[in-house]
Each structure stands twice: as structure tokens, then as C-alpha cells.
């Protein structure tokens, strides 16, 4: 049976009228050397498009989703399956992401029944990934939503809860591993403090990394080559949760030598909300060598919680394109949209509105952020500002060859030479021109 009446959506082109098609997202047009569809990977973040159904603090269900009708909740897991299937085949998505209790209903503190629907929902996926091709971007388990996890899963103080969380990791990795998921995220939903009045930082903080390494471990146990990814976040639900940034998360796996077994999925609200922006993450994972994934939304700046808008902004998509690309590509990650439609957009038809304008604006970030590497806009100002570093006693600095008495005898002897404007509203001008005139 049919679920959508919108039929397939195709690529019209930026002249198009049709509020129902691409206008900058071609999935076979080759830029860089690969097609749209390799260098974006977009992904369906099952959670937000599907089980999602408009609840804020402050008002109840507003979705209009017939294939949520039956009341019988394994049959409602299996009709969303197949709406989900439908509904990626028509926007051309090739990968989903999930948590397990987004796919499969649990039962309160009974694992084996909640794993035994898990393993019946699993096999109606799989019917669905080789009937369309589509495949897996990244699984996880959800360690934060249950009454259990009130004091956190790998940090909580109780050693019972601990032990749960690490059960439902090993069962969503087995699943994301039949699935042939290409990831495997760690979100810490729930892994920081309220108040340190109670709270064991250094416990919970080595717990944490035991739990980490315990997953490596089981990984080389099955077989799953998959890459493991952090997802930073600063804070909400926990008022400090210890996935701060980019930089927090990198300090950690350090201290734990756990460094080469994870890359970041970085999210743009999460940044904004730890008062970075979206590019700087990417660009600390970038030089960094761990950029993995990223979800794709944006916040709205006059709120200060975790929004997950569907991203329109052309400038930060096109700058996230620009880290991406600079990056090699996302490799085995992908551009999930953990973004959902917002509580007044409750009609079938506004899941494609939302998502085809969210495909755009990243596809129009692509096309601007190639032009921008290929004509070397930034780099070749970059390359002149810093220019005093490949030579004379800027070489030596970088090739270690003086200290600060051979410095303190240079300043003495010659000075400073004169600085130069980093023509900051310059460069914005010239990235606004690209963004205009580039189709």
C-alpha cells in the first residue's frame, strides 16, 4: 500500500516553481569529482520523521500520521517501517539512522521481550534495505529517555543501571551490525551533573571510559568494522554534560587512550548551543582528524534549548560544505537530518517540504563551497596572511629551530614589521557574491 500521495521528488532546478522538487539538489551531478549524492550521504533520522508526533513541555500530540492507527504497538513498528522505506525512496535518501527504541516498542525493564521485538522489527528492515537498496548510516540505543537513566547510563551511580546501559549497547551494536550500519554513535543524553554537591566526577568520568572501551572491545569480538562516533552537546538534559565540544570530547579520549577508535558526529544545534557555530566544530574535528558525521539542523538563536529546525541558512550550510570539503569527504559518515518538522507542520506532505528544503540548502552549500575551493578564495588570503611564517625567522619558529632567548635576541635586534587588516567584511562580501551567483 501507498502512504504518501506525493509521487517521487526529481531535481527541477533553481527556476522551478514545484514547492514539491529539487532546485539545487541533482543527486547524479558530478562536482569535485563525485556525484551530489556521494559527497552529501543525506540520511532519515527515524526518531524526529517518525516517531516524533509534536509534543513540547507544554502540549500534546498534533501529527496526523494514519499509519499510526492501530493500537496495537508491534503492528504501528512495522507500518512505520514501511512508510519510513517509502518515504526515503521518494525524497532519494539513501540511508536512515536510528535508536533502538525509535524502530521497536520496549517493555519497562524487561530486556529479553524488548530484545525479542527488536529482533522481529530488525527482520521487517531488512526485507525493506534489500527491497529499495537503501542502507544504514549509524545505530545507537537510547540510554537517556527511560525512568532508569534519571541519574545517567555510564555515569549513574547506581552499578545496576550501568550495567543495563551497557546490555542495550551491546544489543544495538549487534543490530547495527545485521543492518550493516556503517556507524556507531555515543550520545551522552544523560552523562553529566546537576550539581556537584553529589556528584563523583573522577568515577564517573572513568566509568564512562570503561564503558567506551568495553564497546571497542566487543566490536573486535563480532567483527563490526564500523566507525564509533562521539556526539558532543553541552548541555540538555543535564545542565553539564561532560561531551561539551569538540575540544572537551578529544581531552577526554585522550586522557583514556581511547583517541583512535572514535571521530565526531557533530550537530549544529549542539554547537550553538555550547556558543560555538556549526563551522567551528567541524573545523576542530577537521584539524583535529576526527570528523566522522554530522547532524544536519539548526536552532533558532532567540531560544535556548535544542530546537532541531530543519537547516535553510544558505551561509552555514555552505560553510559547513566548505569544512566537509576541505575534509576529503565525510568517509563513512553522512549528513543526517536529526531535524523535525515543527509542531503547527502536521501533515504528511510537510515531512517532504521540510526535508526537500533541507537537501537544497545543502546541496546549495555544496555547489558554493566547491566554487570556493576550487578559485582558492580563502586559502590564498590565508596562504598571504601567514606568508611571514615561511621564511626567515617565521620558518624557524615553526621548525623548532629557536627558543625564546634566540627570539628575545631577534626582537631586540630587528622589531616587529608592521600588520596588515585581516579585511574580515572583505572576505564576507566575497563569500555573500559566491553565495548569489553561484546556481
Known sequence: ???????????????????????????????????????????????????????????????????????????????????????????????????????????????????????????????????????????????????????????????????????????AMDITKELGGENYVFWGGREGYETLLNTDTALELDNYARLLQMAVDYAKEIGFTGQFLIEPKPKEPTKHQYDFDTQTVLSFLRKYNLQDHFKMNIEANHATLAMHTFQHELNMSRINGVLGSVDANTGDPMLGWDTDQFPTNVYDTTLAMYEILLNGGLGKGGLNFDSKVRRASFEDEDLFYAYIAGMDAFAKGLRVAAKL???????????????????????????????LKELEEYALKNGITPNKSGRQEMLESILNQYILETN
Open 373 to 403: 575551493i576550487e578559485d582558492k578564495v580563502f586559502e590564498n588570503f590565508k596562504a598571504e596572511r601567514y606568508a611571514s611564517y615561511t621564511e626567515g625567522i617565521g620558518k624557524d619558529i615553526v621548525e623548532g629551530k629557536v627558543g
Open 1 to 171: 500500500m501507498a502512504y504518501f500521495k506525493v509521487g517521487k521528488i526529481e531535481y527541477e532546478g533553481p527556476k522551478s516553481k514545484n514547492a514539491l522538487s529539487f532546485k539545487y539538489y541533482n543527486p547524479d551531478e558530478v562536482i569535485m569529482g563525485k556525484t551530489m549524492k556521494e559527497h552529501l550521504r543525506f540520511a532519515m533520522s527515524y526518531w524526529h520523521t517518525f516517531t516524533y508526533m509534536g509534543v513540547d513541555p507544554f502540549g500534546g500530540t498534533t501529527m496526523n500520521r494514519h499509519w499510526d492507527n492501530t493500537q496495537d504497538e508491534m503492528e504501528k513498528a512495522k507500518e512505520r517501517v514501511h512508510a519510513a522505506f517509502e518515504f526515503m525512496e521518494k525524497m532519494q535518501i539513501p540511508y536512515f539512522c536510528f535508536h533502538d527504541a525509535d524502530i521497536a516498542p520496549r517493555v519497562p525493564n524487561d530486556l529479553a521481550e524488548t530484545n525479542r521485538r527488536l529482533d522481529e522489527i530488525v527482520a521487517v528492515i531488512k526485507e525493506e534495505m534489500k527491497r529499495t537498496g537503501i542502507k544504514c548510516l549509524w545505530g545507537t540505543t537510547n540510554a537517556f529517555g527511560d525512568d532508569k537513566f534519571v541519574h545517567g547510563a555510564g555515569t549513574s551511580c547506581n552499578a545496576t543501571v550501568f550495567a543495563y546501559a551497557a546490555a542495550q549497547i551491546k544489543k
